[in-house]
């Protein structure tokens, strides 16, 4: 106090009276009053100012706790805020979750028929008559296309010790035709070894992105780009073990990722090719065999009962020549003699 008080008398204050401001029992701050007068501080001003630092302290209370109560609707605004961030962050990550699943289960249905239609395109073939090769590939092919809508699907067989691939079959899905001009093309592999490497390993060539791919990419300059084929899905076709040709899917237009049912929809479909050469190739050997014992009866008729002998060799030899050559890629020849 000895310091107060001489710093009091410093400035001409003769009398003082300190009055604490309370709240529930505890001081948290003093009203100090000074005068330049001694004694003016008596007990009925001290009562008086006593009231007074009650009713001071209690509003310095009130604004406390106003203040209080204000940070208070403050942080609960903040806090609600931030509530109703998470909330519609949380809501809109719901519903992207929720058209995400909708979208797979989607996906799941279209694939789901997609591979009921698959199924019911090789059972289609599967029952279907293969003895004459020729409209045979031809339903294949045309049938692939519409179903995977693919812009051209064709049949090549390999040729020259498998040194080259002939195109046989070439279905075109928007003329709804084949094109007969194109059959008869000749592809080596001296310009794409990669694409015959590939086919040796009697694996499907997937190649979305044909003139970039390895295995495909050999035949941009000469093949793809002038076509406009951007993506590619063959299928190599081998009878007992060998590789003898392959089934072609190409696509025009931007580039296509195959799905996995498609992979697996086209090797089924290399494998119809596979029994198509077989059938057709007995159903040959059987006509020709038939063919041959009635040659043999006209040998024995009498004069004036055989018919033209010269007439039934041409019509023999036109029967052997009704199938497409590659039935005999598998015994190496690629013609009769």
Known sequence: ?????????????????????????????????????????????????TDLANNLAYGVMALRTREERERAESEIRQLNASLEKRVTARTIELVRSNEQLKSADEQLRKRSEQIEIHRDVLLELAHSDKSNLEKALEKICSLSAATLEVARVGYWSLREEDSAIVCEVLYLRDAERCDDQFKGTRLGAVDCPAYFDA????????????????????????????????????????????????????????????????????????????????????????FVAGERGAFQQGLSRQPGQHHNLAVERQEIHRSQRCVCSVVWAESGEDSWS
């Open 199 to 286: 086919l040796a390993s009697k694996r499907p060539i997937v190649a979305s992105h044909a003139a970039a791919d390895l295995a495909t990419s050999g035949l941009a300059r000469s093949y793809l780009e002038p076509l406009g084929i951007s993506s590619m899905l063959d299928a190599p076709v081998w009878v007992r073990g060998k590789v003898v040709g392959v089934l072609c899917h190409e696509h025009i237009g931007a580039p296509r990722d195959w799905l996995a049912e498609e992979i697996d929809f086209v090797s089924a479909l290399a494998a119809t090719v596979s029994l198509a050469l077989e059938e057709s190739s007995r159903a040959l050997g059987a």
């Open 1 to 49: 106090m000895a310091l107060w008080r001489a710093e009091a008398l410093s400035r001409g204050f003769a009398s003082s009276v300190s009055l604490p401001l309370m709240s529930q029992g505890e001081a948290f701050g003093a009203l100090a009053l000074y005068a330049a007068e001694p004694d003016v501080f008596t007990r009925t001003t001290v009562d008086q100012y």
